[in-house]
């Protein structure tokens, strides 16, 4: 049994940075790729960032690209988002997830694993 666990979450003003972290435990990801999705209230699940499996490249959304950056741990057991310059529109629960493709896609139905999700709000 996959565990995936996000924390970091939080509140902050437009500008400011946050980093989100998520462990997993349980069966072994380190050939998984880890992504990073986010939904806000009344949208669809967002594809953000992603880090392959195999590979260890990174992919970003063009809403994210520049302010955000991904990274896993090198046990591949964390993965995390550094998130700066966050801007009001950032507000989402923000979600981790794993999947075997090792280019990463933004349909939520891809991937195999999901965390409970942390929620960020950034006041303007």
């Known amino acids: 049994q996959v565990q995936l666990v996000e924390s970091g979450g939080g509140m902050v003003q437009a500008g400011g940075s946050l980093r989100l972290s998520c462990a997993a435990s349980g069966r072994t990801l380190t050939t998984y790729t880890m992504v990073w999705f986010r939904q806000a209230p009344g949208k669809e699940r967002e594809f953000l960032a992603a880090v392959s499996g195999i590979g260890g490249d990174t992919w970003y959304s063009d809403s994210v690209k520049g302010r955000f950056t991904v990274s896993r741990s090198a046990a591949k057991t964390s993965l995390y988002l550094q998130m700066n310059n966050l801007k009001p529109e950032d507000t989402a629960v923000y979600y981790c997830?794993?999947?075997?493709?090792?280019?990463?896609?933004?349909?939520?139905?891809?991937?195999?694993?999901w965390g409970q999700g942390t929620q960020v709000t950034v006041s303007s």
């Open positions: 997830a794993a999947g075997t493709k090792e280019v990463p896609t933004r349909w939520p139905t891809d991937y195999d694993y």
